[in-house]
């Protein structure tokens, strides 16, 4: 496996928040994500949760949320939350999962590189034992340069009459 493309490591910086209490939430920074998560989620997908911004405040001070910011020349360019869930293997071992849960990139070339960087924040820092994320982006996931799981979740909606949509304009099925 291939490293990361450390022309945008170098050039990249990442602000890793977690369970913040709420006297100490910066508010603008906040704001500013929830316009651009909004913005992402409208020009992007079909379906995703049309959430206000007071629920997508509280995920700063939840400790099962820990939000990943990327930016470059102090500008936001990407941002990616992912929430905890623990997994048991085989009824004896307990790893720590992170679910993909909001996010948007500035531009959609900037995903796959923004999925490695902040994998290997999470891997330097024991953030996650793993992350998880389906396949709700437009791209090859084999470009991604992390290691790929074999398991392959399906959902089954009872009795949904729905047109066909396809994964990658579906941003509900992240966890």
Same mark, same amino acid.
């Given at each position: 496996?291939?490293?990361? #493309?450390?022309? =945008?490591? #170098? ?6 928040? /977690?369970? *913040? ?6 508010? %603008?920074?906040? $704001? ?6 909004? &913005?992402?989620? #409208?020009?992007?997908?079909? *379906?995703? &949760? ?5 629920? =997508?405040? /509280? ?8 939000? =990943? ?10 941002? *990616? @939350? !992912? =929430? /905890? +869930?623990? %997994?048991?293997?085989?009824? %004896? ?9 909001? !996010? ?11 999925? &490695? ?14 992350? %998880?994320?389906?396949?709700?982006? $437009?791209?090859?996931? $084999?470009?991604?340069?992390? *290691?790929?799981?074999?398991?392959? @979740?399906?959902?089954? +909606?009872?009795? +949904? ?7 990658? /304009? #579906?941003? +509900?099925?992240?966890?």
């Amino acid at each position: 496996m291939s490293p990361i #493309n450390n022309n =945008f490591k #170098n050039n990249h910086h990442i602000k890793c928040i /977690k369970g *913040i209490k709420s006297n100490l939430v910066d508010n %603008t920074l906040i $704001n500013e994500l929830y316009i651009l998560y909004k &913005e992402y989620s #409208n020009k992007s997908y079909t *379906i995703y &949760e049309n959430l206000n911004i007071n629920t =997508f405040k /509280k995920t700063f001070t939840n400790n099962a949320f820990t939000h =990943f910011i990327i930016y470059r020349d102090n500008i936001i360019i990407s941002y *990616i @939350s !992912m =929430f /905890k +869930l623990d %997994t048991l293997y085989n009824n %004896t071992t307990l790893y720590t999962s992170g679910f993909l849960y909001y !996010m948007f990139f500035k531009y959609d070339s900037l995903l796959i590189n923004s999925f &490695e960087l902040i994998s290997e924040h999470i891997y330097i820092h024991k953030i996650y034992d793993l992350i %998880t994320f389906g396949d709700i982006f $437009n791209i090859n996931y $084999n470009d991604i340069k992390c *290691i790929a799981g074999s398991s392959l @979740s399906k959902y089954y +909606l009872f009795n +949904l009459k729905s047109s066909k949509i396809e994964a990658y /304009k #579906n941003a +509900l099925i992240t966890i």
